[in-house]
């Protein structure tokens, strides 16, 4: 069965410093992965994906995401942190397989940008 | 841009009641699922649909839910006797067929139901 975990449940971080919010996944075979954030009162929203090739991965509002198959993990980074970062960040993952797979998320990981 | 459209936003019934959800997914999309979340936590996987039958659902999807393809543009999730731990945001969510090309399925959402059960 596959499985996600996010190890933090809040990850707190001064305005302008890096961020990084951490995932780690199990899976049979080779994944598929995402990252999506979610606002206060809001739906989730895709961010990025890992499909193949390149380990570094760029996605919306200058996140991006390293893939480590070695360690199976998929963490998420941004240089510069922003207060309106703030928000409740999932990492999910599905097999990379044919048909149907279901995606499953991780326990999610709230991210909050000090001033 | 298109989107997964929810409603209600909000609905509050009382214990024992039917409630249905409704979800228009995006148009091109086959496959559609339901979520849902309880107080901002983690995200729930309910049940999972394509080619007008469940593909997957979970031990939470018990009898007293449904899912439902009426017409070609809705998708439903039916509650029959609501209980007080049914409370929770319920998100619907399509996807392209993953497996084509780049298309890896990712799973695009709605804004979410939010349902209180009193």
């Known amino acids: 069965a596959q499985s996600v975990a996010q190890p933090e449940d809040q990850v707190n971080v001064a305005e302008g410093n890096p961020l990084t919010v951490k995932c780690t996944y199990s899976?049979?075979?080779?994944?598929?992965l995402f990252w999506y954030v979610q606002y206060p009162n809001r739906g989730l929203q895709f961010l990025l994906k890992?499909?193949?090739?390149?380990?570094l991965v760029k996605g919306s509002y200058g996140f991006e995401a390293e893939f480590n198959k070695s360690q199976t993990s998929f963490h998420l980074k941004k240089p510069s942190a922003l207060v309106s970062d703030s928000a409740l960040y999932f990492c999910?993952?599905?097999?990379?397989?044919?048909?149907?797979?279901?995606?499953?998320f991780g326990i999610g990981t709230k991210l909050q940008v000090i001033p | 841009e298109p989107e997964v459209t929810q409603t209600p936003s909000h609905q509050v019934t009382q214990m024992g009641q039917e409630v249905i959800l409704r979800c228009v997914p995006i148009?091109?999309?086959?496959?559609f699922y339901w979520y849902r979340q309880i107080l901002g936590q983690k995200v729930e996987f309910l049940v999972s649909?394509?080619?007008?039958?469940?593909?997957?659902k979970s031990e939470i999807f018990d009898d007293q839910f449904s899912v439902e393809r009426p017409d070609g543009s809705n998708f439903t999730l039916k509650i029959r006797s609501t209980k007080l731990e049914d409370s929770a945001m319920y998100f619907c969510?399509?996807?392209?067929?993953?497996?084509?090309?780049?298309?890896?399925?990712?799973?695009?959402f709605g804004e979410g139901s939010r349902l209180t059960v009193l």
């Open positions: 969510a399509s996807s392209d067929p993953p497996g084509q090309g780049l298309n890896t399925g990712e799973l695009f």
């Open positions: 899976v049979s075979g080779n994944p598929y």
């Open positions: 890992y499909i193949t090739g390149d380990n």
């Open positions: 999910a993952v599905r097999p990379n397989s044919g048909g149907y797979q279901k995606v499953t």
């Open positions: 148009s091109n999309h086959l496959y």
């Open positions: 649909f394509y080619n007008n039958e469940i593909s997957e």
